[in-house]
């Protein structure tokens, strides 16, 4: 059973920034493409960052230079560094895996919030 489990989140002030961790447990296919997205208040879940196992990445627009997405393929964990947060930011951020389409995957963790105060 793939469990995915997040940690990170927290409250900064606008311009700050947050790294988010994400550790995976239990298989996945190798050609799974790993990722975050979220769901601010009232919003459609978001996709924010993917990455393949290889190590390409992708960004929406609304986060590029400023986040960023690794893995460290040894400890089954991945991060997302985001910088330069703004209050747009502000949302439940999840990690998933098995990326389908948009922001639907096959696996997702509980999520952990990111709030951002101007």
């Known amino acids: 059973q793939v469990q995915l489990v997040e940690s990170g989140g927290g409250s900064v002030k606008g311009g700050g920034s947050l790294k988010l961790s994400c550790a995976r447990s239990?298989?996945?296919?190798?050609?799974?493409?790993l990722g975050w997205y979220r769901q601010g208040p009232g919003k459609e879940p978001e996709l924010v960052s993917l990455?393949?196992?290889?190590?390409?990445?992708t960004y929406a627009d609304s986060v590029k230079g400023r986040f960023t997405i690794s893995q460290d393929n040894a400890r089954n964990t991945i991060y997302l560094e985001m910088n330069s947060l703004k209050t747009e930011d502000t949302a439940m951020y999840y990690c998933?895996?098995?990326?389908?389409?948009?922001?639907?995957?096959?696996?997702r963790g509980q999520g952990t919030q990111v709030t951002v105060n101007s």
């Open positions: 239990g298989y996945i296919d190798s050609y799974c493409t």
């Open positions: 998933a895996a098995c990326w389908i389409v948009s922001a639907l995957f096959r696996y």
């Open positions: 990455i393949t196992r290889t190590g390409s990445t």
